[in-house]
């Protein structure tokens, strides 16, 4: 097991614990009670951190996206409208995953379903605030560590310096798990859509299959059904847990984006551990719903509640003037 995710596994362990804590939207830990900083001095705060950092840690969770327009996913919005209207017509979901809990006894309706939603995310342009957070790493050496299966990071940057720990809508894989391979999802989302038109479901006879047991194909993806937790899935560990160990000495910043009470387990609390025992570490929250930051950090952290595309325009604006300030002196 990888050094990050052993990390997971024992904060899994504490989730499972303390479930019910976690499902009231709180915390087992004890937390800062420190007033926090004014927004704008917040904001500044922000922008020095990323400046002082030898290196940054990006920790992109689902508010991240939610941020720039990605929010279909828990509710019948505007966004679930434009992207899954005649499904919300026909069968009343209420968000992108209700309609993937669902029990569907029509495999072609299912597969219309699922290939309207992966097509979403996979021809999704890079959302504002990926862009606006791209303009503060400018220059920085960093990794992301995204729970995201949407793809966003991996539209700005190389697979080398993005790990992608609960998949990735791009690849399908077996769904009873019978081989370790995955492979493109792209060309026959697009085939599919193509033949669905403007109805709700494909011809049964263009259902992904997997190529060995000719059993029904899957994205590969946590949270449906069997994750494939095989090669690919342990590169992605492997490549988060050789950056932090290479970088553990120097002044790492751990940047946290929307993370809420779901998934603790995969970003926040290894990140709290991480800050903890790494003496020059830093760790910076931002999250639109939750204050969390516990008392041990209080003097190595900072959390930020506030809209995270708003945080993140903001600070991209105090670094621009800051560096036409410096370039001008």
Known sequence: MTFYENLVTQTQMNYSRYHHVYASGSSPYQMSERTPLPYEQQIVRLVKEI??????VVGGASGLSAAGGGD????????????????????G????????????DDRGEFWGYLATFLHTTQ????RQPYLDLDA??????????????D?????????DIVAEIQGDHRFFQCASCCTDETWDAVKPVEEMITAMRDGTAIPESMIPRCPHCGGEAFPWVRGYGNFLQGRKYEEQYEKISRYILEHREKKILFLEFGVG???PMFIQEPFWNLTLSFPDAR???????????????????????????????DARFVMTEHKEVTNHA
């Not at 400046?51 to 940054?56: G, L, P």
């Not at 968000?95 to 569907?104: K, P």
């Open 136 to 149: 503060l790493l400018k220059g920085k050496d960093f990794f992301v560590l995204t729970t995201n299966q």
């Open 72 to 91: 279909f996913y828990y509710e019948d919005n505007t966004s679930y409208r434009k992207y899954f209207g005649k499904f919300a017509e026909k069968y």
């Open 123 to 126: 021809t999704a342009p890079v």
């Open 93 to 104: 979901f209420k968000g992108a995953f209700d309609g993937m809990f669902r029990q569907w």
């Open 283 to 313: 760790y910076i929250a931002v999250n639109d719903k939750y204050d969390f930051l516990p008392k041990q950090l209080e003097d190595k952290g900072m959390v930020i509640v506030a809209d995270i595309g708003k945080v993140l325009q």
């Open 151 to 159: 793809t966003q990071f991996v539209k700005l940057y190389p697979e």
């Open 261 to 263: 009470r779901i998934t």
């Open 51 to 56: 400046r002082d950092a030898d290196c940054v």
